[in-house]
């Protein structure tokens, strides 16, 4: 995999920097996203208030907008924030959550991408396809489009569109960055039965981000360790369904995760 | 026993509709409630904005209020949401956490009562008491009123009075619609020993309820299951201490439950 | 060690008492708050509308104030229920989270211990530091000043012109209440790979302040047990990057902390 060298530079960045990743971020997951940045190395910072969150991310290395449970304290903070942030050079990664879902869900997530550059924008099937503007199914937060199908078509227009790497999330991972497509394989359905792995997925981006380095290395690294973490957490499970356990598997697995994880079990390839 | 058909077609309308169960909760246990709805098979969002959470309702199967951590913002959207939800015809379960503990949780409590038709109200007897106004002791958010004396009767005038069904959680839990009174002996105190039981129980009828079944029933069923999981969790936990591998259990024995262990293992009489 | 009986004393009143615990406290860590409150025999409640707080803090046996993600919500509360507090004699304990890394964090930090006055205030040396004026330096939440160089000094003179106790927690914890100083040597790093233990840690002084005891040997206390609890955590962890399992462990030892714990590992000396 020629991409292991620029993972490993990656990876070495987040040992050596440790970077601070701000989020402002729903409250259902926050804990997750917190105690994953930790378990991959970075330093996790969660600030929302517009009193002060423009000079909270000044401190940071990156920044990661979530609208999972968006309010008018949040709205606000995350286009002061977000510009903020492009003003001094750090990095945005966004996750649309449930974007469709609602009317304030879109108009919040349309502001978001007129004010604020971003570097990495993820979601899942349903998420991308509504901001693509080819009516993404959204029932919830969950997405409900398992289709794949003009996914890769998708990735590379919006990702011209946005002028920004976009990570389309799901069985398949599709990520471009309006010039190269990458395809990963890796990953699980029993993630899907666990609250916040989007979430985390995003927030490992995020930290990968905060290297500095190429965002669409960064966003096809985040997003494979959290696949394959979830692999080596399922195939460790004695019983299958055990939820509960899978969830303190994954973080094993993430705060052990190692560059051979991923020489050995990435499953990337260019199309 | 006489209800496993029911509970069999609940489980399965589970597994098919995979119902959306739409929280507006506190921020303490929100997580725990998330993780509890995916693992029995249902879908959670959470969004309390008032200026969505019509919307997204209007998405849902069923609609849980709980007022843990009430603030503004969920006050204002209980009151909408929960009669979006009526006019939808969307089962509305109410979890009046601490009411009685301060006269703000006591007029929101009252409000929702006089403004939303409940399908389920579930609460421990301290709170089930200050709503029925027998002066309930509270202390804080955990039931200091460990007595069920009386509860056969407060839950079957409760019911009558507010035309919903009434669940009563404790050591016996205590269900009735009014007509019908059903005794739950299923549980383990050690539940009272991890925060969020309460909720989750909450939300487990919630999911029930998402399947449009008769209410009753579906408040008997996510009950005994949250009875059960603990019963399971407990027996196999080798230090029975460790609260922190208690609640792990816990969430495994809801990822792999099956009607099986309600036929098994219910211990629910008709009173 | 001297102090044997006096934790004796606090570990007898909670077991009786089962005090209450107030909390204003952030949305990343405040389920672990909550369950480690529950873990150690106290009784939880998070309650930040200041439409309530003074009410739900009269119950109380002591109040947590924890600045880590402040709001306009909560930045009114943690003013209103210290003095609250105060005002009813109930110990007030202080977590400064990320005090320096923004204006609004310090402004809020030194409202509060201008108008609410302290038992207890934990934190680590950056944002101690910050607060004792000479220049803490703070990059988002986590300490990044790892010396404890002048620690003895800076919590002696800090407790005198607070007239608090002053807890500086890290590599050795250092304790005064302006008078006594002590070290405590427990703990392991891993503590911090996991988010929120110095947000438990508070909560556990919290809860030993809840007793009504001295607030210095509650201080010395809670703190000790979170550090003896991450040795046992740690000693059984098989594979010593697994994060997750450790969180899980960490709560097992506190719910099944006992006296004998503190006898014989408290590693606490007066100097």
Chains 1, 2, 3 share one sequence.
Do not use: W
Request: with cysteine.
């Amino acid at each position: 995999m020629e991409l292991i060298q620029d993972f490993n530079k990656i990876f070495e960045r987040i040992s050596k920097d440790k970077p601070l990743v701000h989020h402002i971020t729903n409250y259902v997951t926050v804990n997750d996203c917190a105690n994953i940045i930790l378990a991959l190395g970075g330093s996790p910072v969660m600030a929302d208030d517009p009193k002060e969150a423009e000079e909270m991310v000044s401190l940071a290395s990156s920044l990661v907008l979530n609208v999972g449970t968006l309010n008018q304290r949040t709205i606000e903070s995350f286009i002061l924030v977000g510009k903020k942030a492009n003003s001094l050079g750090i990095p945005v990664v966004l996750d649309p959550v449930g974007v469709g879902a609602t009317k304030l869900r879109e108009k919040t997530v349309r502001s978001i991408l007129d004010e604020v550059k971003l570097s990495v924008l993820r979601g899942n099937m349903s998420e991308i396809k509504n901001i693509y503007g080819s009516g993404g199914i959204i029932r919830g937060v969950d997405s409900i489009d398992d289709s794949m199908k003009g996914g890769k078509e998708i990735a590379l227009e919006l990702s011209n569109r946005l002028k920004c790497v976009v990570a389309i999330t799901g069985a398949t991972d599709i990520i471009s960055d309006g010039d190269k497509v990458y395809y990963i394989d890796n990953g699980h359905e029993i993630l899907a039965r666990v609250t916040g792995t989007g979430c985390m997925t995003t927030s490992l981006i995020g930290l990968c981000c905060g290297t500095k380095e190429n965002p669409l290395q960064a966003a096809v690294m985040g997003t494979t360790i959290m696949g394959i973490a979830g692999e080596k957490a399922y195939e460790t499970l004695e019983n299958k369904e055990h939820i509960g356990t899978f969830r303190v598997k994954l973080m094993d697995a993430i705060g052990s995760f190692s560059i051979k994880d991923l020489e050995k079990r990435g499953k990337i390839h260019e199309v």
